[in-house]
């Protein structure tokens, strides 16, 4: 079928039976391929969706006062259209189209906002809680392949809150800088090792338009416990992911979805319940460069 010359004179005027057709045929045939894809697809969606929900013109306000907002909530701290992204499940979901399953690797889990760029590099062993509060936990493990060969020079970058249930990014000036952050390089057997404190659960922040729209849902704002990690190697895939221990309560009601089953790590209590200190032993797999 050839393309019709002028195709808006298919569709001159708006009709609500054509609406997304009428919009539609007004893209310039030059358009870049992808993004006349992925805008097809997106005003088809929009469209069918307003036809769904058939909003009066006072939802329709609140709809892109709430977007509004979300902007001017955003700046070099606080991402919130990412926060957004992230409690509707599809921050998830796009990291879920990109990585492939079955591979064999550490599965990978959301980013979140807190990640610093250059931590401190660190000593196997050493202890990256520096403000002293928390229950002391010990992690180690190796930087293995698929095959369960142990990768040697690998990189464990790793952050976390701290018991207060903050990053230090969010209490400057209160926690120390750099506070439960640091990397570790796996030495010649692919070990890495390093002294932190058992994670917490803390709410994402919730002070903003997502965090209203998620009371008016009734859902809430918690993350499930967990440590972060970005894992590197020359000639592997990088795995960014988390690890949970297994006692924390929101594991199945994550705010932003980001728990997967084989993210659950065994902590072990190696303390006394006066003093309680705990390990994690937890090995990551790497796939090789696609
Ligand atoms: C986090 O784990 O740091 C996080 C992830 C998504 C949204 C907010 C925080
Ligand atoms: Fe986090």
């Not at 005027?13 to 992925?38: I, K, N, Q």
């Amino acid at each position: 079928m050839t393309a019709l010359k002028r195709p808006w004179t298919k569709y001159p005027y708006f009709e609500e039976d054509t609406s997304a057709e009428v919009v539609l045929a007004r893209m310039g045939a030059a358009t870049d391929p992808r993004l006349a894809e992925v805008m097809t697809s997106a005003i088809k969606h929009l469209h069918a969706f307003v036809k769904e929900v058939r909003p009066t013109h006072e939802e329709w306000l609140t709809a892109i006062k709430f977007l509004t907002e979300t902007g001017h909530m955003c700046s070099d701290w606080r991402q919130e259209y990412i926060l957004l992204s992230d409690t509707l499940g599809v921050t998830m979901l796009v990291d879920a189209i990109n990585h492939s399953h079955g591979d064999g690797a550490t599965e990978n889990t959301i980013l979140g906002p807190f990640y610093v760029e250059n931590p401190p590099h660190r000593e196997n062993g050493a202890n990256i809680c520096l403000d002293g509060k928390g229950e002391p936990l010990t992690v180690q493990g190796r930087v293995v392949d698929t095959a369960g060969n142990p990768i040697a020079g690998a990189t464990v970058d790793a952050w976390q809150t701290n018991d207060d249930g903050f990053y230090d990014v969010q209490q400057k000036g209160v926690q120390p800088d750099m506070n439960l952050r640091g990397i570790f390089t796996t030495d010649a057997k692919g070990r890495f090792s390093f002294r932190s404190v058992k994670p917490r659960y803390y709410p994402i922040p919730f002070d903003g338009p997502v965090g209203k729209l998620l009371g008016a849902m009734q859902r809430g704002p918690n993350r499930a416990a967990h440590i972060h990690f970005i894992v590197k190697a020359q000639g592997f895939e990088t795995v960014i992911t988390h690890v949970f221990p297994p006692d924390c309560p929101y594991l199945e009601l994550d705010a932003v979805f980001g728990v997967k089953e084989t993210l659950i790590g065994d902590f072990r209590q190696t303390g006394t319940p006066s003093a309680p200190e705990w390990q994690l032993d937890w090995d990551f797999t790497l796939a090789p460069s696609r």
